[in-house]
C-alpha cells in the first residue's frame, strides 16, 4: 500500500486510522448481514442500530438531555443556512447573526433569500475577518442568535460563546464540533457537516431543542421541515448511510479510544500549542488570525513571500504533508488539524517547517 500522507486537509478531512482500518475490515460484511453497508436497507435492524449509536454516543459525549434530538440531514451545513430561517424564524421577530466569515456570510445571505428580517449585532469584516468581536448587543426579541464557532477559512474559533439571556442560540460547529466539551442549555440548534470532525461528506448532524420544533411552519416541503427529521428518526427518506455509518465509528473512537470530549480537548489544546508556539518564535511564519481568537482547528498563517508558501505547499506535499494550502479566497498557508491529526503529525509538520526555514528563510 501507498504510504498515507498526513492530511491537513481542510475538509473533507482525516479521519481516524482505526476507524478506516474497522471500515475496510467490515465492509464486505456488515454486522454479519452479508452486505456491506452501502448494500443494505436503511430500516435493516444493523443499519438502525448504527444509526442510534450515533445519536446515543452523540448525546453522551455533549452531554445532552432529552430535550434534544440528534438528527442527519442530507444537503451538508449549506443546506441548514437556509432550514434555520425556515424553519425557527418566529412571526414579527428578526433573525440575529454575528458575521464572522465566508460561512457565516453564506448563512446571513440565505436567511436574507428566505425573506426574514435579518440582523448582523456584530461582525469583523472590518479587520478582514481576523478576529472574533467582543461586544455586541443581545434582542431578547430576537426568534434566535445565530453564529459560527469556528470559521475555517480565516482561522479563528470562540473561545467562550457568545450569551443571550433566553433567545436560542443556532450555531454552525461545521469546524469543531466534539473537539471541546461546552454546555449544550444556551443552544436551541447546533448543525455541522459531517466531513471535517466526524466523518465523510453527505450529511450534516443537526442538534435541535424539542421546544423549538412547535415554530415549524406546516406549509413546508416535507424534506425542509425538522420535524420530518425528528419524528422519524432521520429514516422519513433514504439516509446518507455510509455516513451515518462511519460517524458512529469515530464517535466511538472519540469516546473509547480517546476517552472523551475532555481528553480530546487537551490534545487540540497541546497541538496548537506546538505549533503556535513554534510559529510566533520563527520570525518567519506569521499566523493571519489576532492572537486571542486563534483557531485550534484552522491555523492560517502567511511567509514572507508568495513565491515561498508555493515553494512551502509544493515541497511540503513532497515529503508527505498534505493539504496546507490556504483556501483560494483568501491565498497563504492553513494547517487543518482536526481531531484525528495527532500530536504526532504536529510535530512532524513543525520539524518540515522548520528545516524549510532553515534552507529558505
Ligand atoms: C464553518 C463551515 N460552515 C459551512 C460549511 C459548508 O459545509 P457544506 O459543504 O457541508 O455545505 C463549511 C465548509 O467548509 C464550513 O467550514
Redesign the pocket.
Known amino acids: 500500500m501507498a504510504k498515507r500522507i498526513i492530511n491537513f486537509n481542510?475538509?473533507p478531512a482525516a479521519l481516524p486510522l482505526p476507524v478506516l482500518e474497522e471500515i475496510r475490515e467490515e465492509f464486505l460484511d456488515f454486522k454479519g448481514s452479508g452486505m456491506s453497508v452501502i448494500e443494505i436497507s436503511h430500516r435493516s435492524k444493523p443499519f438502525e442500530e448504527t444509526l442510534n449509536q450515533a445519536v446515543e454516543r452523540t448525546k453522551k459525549l455533549l452531554n445532552l438531555g432529552d430535550e434534544f434530538h440528534v438528527v442527519f440531514i442530507q444537503g451538508?451545513?449549506?443546506l441548514q443556512f437556509a432550514m434555520i430561517p425556515m424553519n425557527l424564524a418566529l412571526e414579527g421577530k428578526p433573525v440575529d447573526y454575528i458575521n464572522t466569515g465566508t460561512?457565516s456570510t453564506k448563512a446571513i445571505k440565505e436567511a436574507k433569500l428566505m425573506g426574514k428580517e435579518v440582523r448582523v449585532i456584530a461582525s469583523s469584516e472590518d479587520k478582514n475577518f481576523s478576529y472574533i468581536p467582543k461586544s455586541f448587543q443581545v434582542d431578547e426579541k430576537a426568534s434566535y442568535l445565530h453564529f459560527?464557532s469556528?470559521?475555517?477559512i480565516k482561522g479563528t474559533q470562540w473561545a467562550e460563546f457568545p450569551k443571550a439571556g433566553s433567545v436560542p442560540l443556532v450555531c454552525?460547529m461545521?469546524?469543531d464540533i466534539l473537539s471541546r466539551p461546552f454546555d449544550a442549555k444556551p443552544f436551541g440548534l447546533i448543525y455541522a457537516?459531517a466531513?471535517?470532525n466526524i466523518g465523510p461528506?453527505g450529511s450534516?448532524m443537526v442538534i435541535i431543542r424539542k421546544d423549538l420544533l412547535d415554530r415549524v411552519p406546516d406549509s413546508m416541503p416535507s424534506m425542509l421541515k425538522y420535524t420530518t427529521f425528528t419524528g422519524q428518526n432521520s429514516l422519513y427518506n433514504t439516509p446518507a448511510c455510509f455516513v451515518i455509518y462511519t460517524v458512529s465509528l469515530v464517535l466511538k473512537w472519540l469516546d473509547e479510544t480517546i476517552g472523551g470530549l475532555e481528553k480530546m480537548a487537551e490534545i487540540n489544546q497541546k497541538k496548537a500549542d506546538i505549533l503556535y508556539g513554534f510559529m510566533d518564535g520563527s520570525g518567519f511564519y506569521r499566523g493571519t488570525a489576532e492572537k486571542e481568537s486563534r483557531s485550534l482547528m484552522n491555523v492560517t498563517f502567511r511567509l514572507p513571500s508568495e513565491e515561498l508558501e508555493a515553494k512551502f505547499v509544493a515541497e511540503a506535499s513532497k515529503a508527505g504533508l498534505g493539504g496546507l494550502k490556504g483556501h483560494r479566497s483568501v491565498g497563504g498557508c492553513r494547517a487543518s488539524m482536526y481531531n484525528a491529526i495527532g500530536l504526532d503529525e504536529i510535530k512532524e509538520l513543525v520539524d518540515f517547517m522548520a528545516d524549510f526555514q532553515k534552507k529558505e528563510g
Open positions: 481542510p475538509g451538508g451545513a449549506s460561512w459560527t469556528n470559521n475555517t454552525d461545521s469546524s457537516g466531513q471535517k461528506a450534516a
